[in-house]
Every structure is written in structure tokens, then in C-alpha cells.
């Protein structure tokens, strides 16, 4: 039975994509920090743990051993003002967007990983009111190259680049920001959680090997300014 990690796989996304792979008959882990109200416990293993403390991640992986599939999914967004932006809030928000996953990429590569998927955003392609939140996912974007390019085939890495999503991330927008956004879009809607999952799952299980190193834009041929 092929093993599946996907961080954040208790809601939202990660949620819907902790279900597709069930379906195929993974073993799923999820990570998260709180499963109070998550409805898969008996059906996966959980493991609770905090990405902020990266210093960790190896000893996690470790202990985990064989992954074949890696989902990077857990991401933070506070949607502050860059002149008003607390320190803490940027180290959480770098360690949680960028170190951890680079990480768990580093790590799960020890372990066997064939295909690994990175949950950026379209705030990293275009620029984003929340500096840091786009500045970490324009650098997970680089990352996903770049280890395309280091791994030389040995495994598969791609991202997505959704744009707003119908999850309680979308609460940390501002209702202007959303209206606005909504006037942008072909399907004027947010996206679905479950079509960001549907992408991903393909990417990590079905998809060429030679589409490698690539970010997919979800996002209903909208570039927002």
C-alpha cells in the first residue's frame, strides 16, 4: 500500500485531499496541529505536530519512515499591512510557508519520495497586499524549480497557484478585497476546495513525469490587481 503525507490534512483543502486518497486505498498521515473536529481520525494516522519548529521535521520524517507521496498544504496568511506586520508573525509565517516545507521536501527525499506537491498561490506569481504572505509563496515556487532541477529525475515535484479558495483561510480577506475579486473572475466564484485537491491528486498520482518543475495557476483566468 503506497503511503501518503499531507500537511494541513485535516481541513479545507487538505481535507479533500486527505478523502481522494483514501479512495485509492493510500495510508494517509496527516499532520496538523489540532484534530478536535477532524472526522477522519479512525481512517488515517494523525500526528500532532507544530511545522513552526522545522528543527524537528528530520526526527518526524524519520520516525514516519517510507513516504511515497509528499503534499505540502499547511500554509498561514494574516493579511496585514507590511508597515504594521509583527515580528513573530513573520518568523511563524516564514518557517510555516517556506522552511517547513523545504524541509519536509529535504527530509521525505531520504525516505523514498516519488512525487511531491506544493500548495502555493497565485500571491506568489502577481504580488500580494500581505507582503510576506506572497513573498513565502513566490519563494515555495522557486523552491518547487528548483528541486525539480536538483532531483534531475529522480522524483516528481510540482505546485498549484490557486486563487481565493472557499475555506476559512478566505475569512482572513478583507470584503472589499473579495468583491473586488470576484468582478475578475470567468466563473464569478471562489475556488472550490475540492477542485485545488482534484489538481493536486492528479499531480501526485497521475500526471506525465515530464511535467516537472511547474506551478499550475487554478485560478478562472483571473490575474487580480
Avoid at 528530520?58 to 507590511?82: H, K, R, T
Wanted: charged share 20%; glycine share 6%; with cysteine.
Amino acid at each position: 500500500m503506497k503511503k501518503a503525507l499531507i500537511t494541513g490534512g485535516n481541513k479545507g483543502i487538505g481535507l479533500e485531499l486527505t478523502k481522494m486518497f483514501l479512495a485509492l486505498n493510500y495510508e494517509v498521515i496527516v499532520i496538523a496541529r489540532d484534530f478536535s473536529n477532524f472526522e477522519l481520525k479512525e481512517q488515517v494516522e494523525c500526528i500532532a505536530f507544530d511545522l513552526v519548529e522545522v528543527e524537528k521535521i528530520p526526527q518526524l520524517i524519520a520516525s514516519i519512515g517510507m513516504i511515497d507521496v509528499l503534499i505540502n498544504n499547511a500554509g498561514v496568511m494574516y493579511s496585514l499591512p507590511y508597515d504594521a506586520y509583527p515580528r513573530e508573525k513573520v518568523n511563524t509565517m516564514l518557517k510555516l510557508n517556506l522552511e517547513a516545507p523545504i524541509k519536509l521536501i529535504e527530509e521525505c527525499a531520504k525516505v523514498g519520495v516519488t512525487r511531491i506537491v506544493n500548495n502555493a498561490s497565485i500571491a506568489g506569481q502577481i504580488g500580494h497586499p500581505d507582503v510576506w504572505y506572497g513573498a513565502t509563496k513566490a519563494g515555495l515556487i522557486n523552491a518547487t524549480k528548483s528541486f525539480a532541477k536538483i532531483f534531475d529525475g529522480r522524483m516528481v515535484i510540482n505546485a498549484v497557484a490557486p486563487s481565493p479558495v472557499e475555506t476559512d483561510m478566505l475569512e482572513q480577506i478583507p470584503l472589499a478585497r473579495r468583491e473586488v475579486f470576484l468582478k475578475t473572475v470567468v466563473a464569478k466564484r471562489f475556488a472550490h476546495a475540492d477542485e485545488v485537491a482534484k489538481t493536486i491528486l492528479w499531480l501526485a498520482t497521475e500526471s506525465p513525469e515530464y511535467i516537472n518543475g511547474t506551478t499550475i495557476d487554478i485560478n478562472s483566468g483571473s490575474f487580480p490587481r
